[in-house]
């Protein structure tokens, strides 16, 4: 992946010499960083985290705000949050990749068209972080197997998603 980013960085500095539009190259950069985020995300896999104290509230604001503008506008997403900061220990890139995971999850689960909603709630010693759609939702007697590498009801996919998103919380 690191040698066609590198030649995407290349042509995106060949269009800023040119007149391009500069939200154009904005968002090829954005897109850009996202390739490197994923790199950097599997090269995390099997190993220790390191953790560093951040707010939980502008990590996924940041990390829903990304998957907003980058879907249809049939889907109407909802984040809800406190004003203030709830500093946590987390791993920005795993814990971005853990949001982007569920809601495309959901975007799924609603085939594209729906509601989708992020509420970041600060309890006594702990935060949850709830994602909801109106989706058809998950039959029971796949409860026990969501979370099982290789398990998926979809027709596309490996099955991985939701055992990396739990192992990453664990």
Do not use: C
């Amino acid at each position: 992946i690191g040698t066609p980013l590198t030649s995407l960085l290349g042509w995106t500095e060949i269009l800023k010499t040119r007149a391009v539009e500069e939200s154009i190259i904005t968002e090829i950069e954005k897109d850009i960083e996202r390739l490197e985020a994923i790199t950097d995300r599997f090269s995390k896999i099997g190993a220790v985290p390191a953790l560093k104290r951040l707010n939980i509230v502008a990590e996924t604001e940041q990390a829903f705000d990304y998957l907003r503008s980058r879907n249809s506008r049939l889907v109407h997403f909802k984040f809800i949050a406190e004003k203030a900061a709830i500093p946590v220990m987390l791993n920005v890139t795993l814990y971005h990749w853990t949001v982007e995971n569920l809601v495309k999850n959901a975007i799924d689960a609603m085939k594209g068209e729906g509601k989708l909603k992020i509420e970041v709630v600060s309890l006594d010693k702990s935060v949850k972080v709830r994602i909801s759609d109106t989706g058809k939702g998950i039959p029971k007697r796949n409860f026990r197997r969501i979370f099982t590498p290789g398990f998926t009801t979809k027709k596309r996919g490996w099955g991985l998603g939701l055992s990396l998103v739990k192992r990453i919380v664990e």
